[in-house]
T-cell receptor
């Protein structure tokens, strides 16, 4: 069965701290895709990144970086030098190429990040 | 470029009333999704369409919910009659193509309150 687990319900940090959001997934597909979305207090869902199961290269975009490890079925998200504007709920999601989810997004429960000044 | 547009942004209505939520996907996108978000259940997929055809409606809670996509640029989600437990944020999302490797892009959501 497919599943996404974000064990951290809430995280609170002080501005300029680094913070890592954990994501662990389960799937039987050999081809799948992983996503991160951000939901700021205003409520919209913003797409951040997609990763393919066959590409384990880590990715960096400004202060954001993602670490994908198939061996541990994890796709963790790190924010370096956090800022107040990073305060949001972050969702990790899985999409399978061939599995029972039929290509839909399976979301984790989300991690609420609060960055205090 | 215009993103996914949902209307209304907020809806407050009394129990028993019909509610219609609207969505305009990103132009050129082939797949459209309706989600519901609540504190208890998180984000749940209700239904999705590929090329205007409903593919999976197994997430629709019950017969009170219905969704249509009469053309590539418009979809509706209707609740009739509405109940207080339907109160939630409803998101519409669209995706380029029908393949699972493409990201879904979400609208701003409709915050629905049933009194």
């Amino acid at each position: 069965a497919q599943k996404v687990t974000q064990a951290q319900t809430e995280i609170s940090v002080v501005e300029k701290e680094d913070v890592t959001l954990d994501c662990v997934y389960e799937t039987r597909d050999t081809t799948y895709y992983l996503f991160w979305y951000k939901q700021p207090p205003s409520g919209e869902l913003v797409f951040l990144i997609r990763r393919n199961s066959f590409d384990e290269q880590n990715e960096i975009s400004g202060r954001y970086s993602w670490n994908f490890q198939k061996s541990t079925s994890s796709f963790n998200f790190t924010i370096t030098a956090s800022q107040v504007v990073d305060s949001a709920v972050y969702f990790c999601a899985l999409s399978e190429a061939y599995g029972g989810s039929q290509g839909n997004l399976i979301f984790g429960k989300g991690t609420k990040l609060s960055v205090k000044p | 470029d215009a993103g996914v547009i949902q209307s209304p942004r907020h809806e407050v209505t009394e129990m028993g009333q019909e509610v219609t939520l609207r969505c305009k996907p990103i132009s050129g996108h082939n797949s459209l999704f309706w989600y519901r978000q609540t504190m208890m259940r998180g984000l749940e997929l209700l239904i999705y369409f590929n090329n205007n055809v409903p593919i999976d409606d197994s997430g629709m809670p019950e017969d009170r919910f219905s969704a249509k996509m009469p053309n590539a640029s418009f979809s509706t989600l209707k609740i009739q009659p509405s109940e207080p437990r339907d109160s939630a944020v409803y998101f519409c999302a669209s995706r380029a193509g029908t393949r699972s490797n493409q990201p879904q892009h979400f609208g701003d959501g409709t915050r629905l309150s049933i009194l």
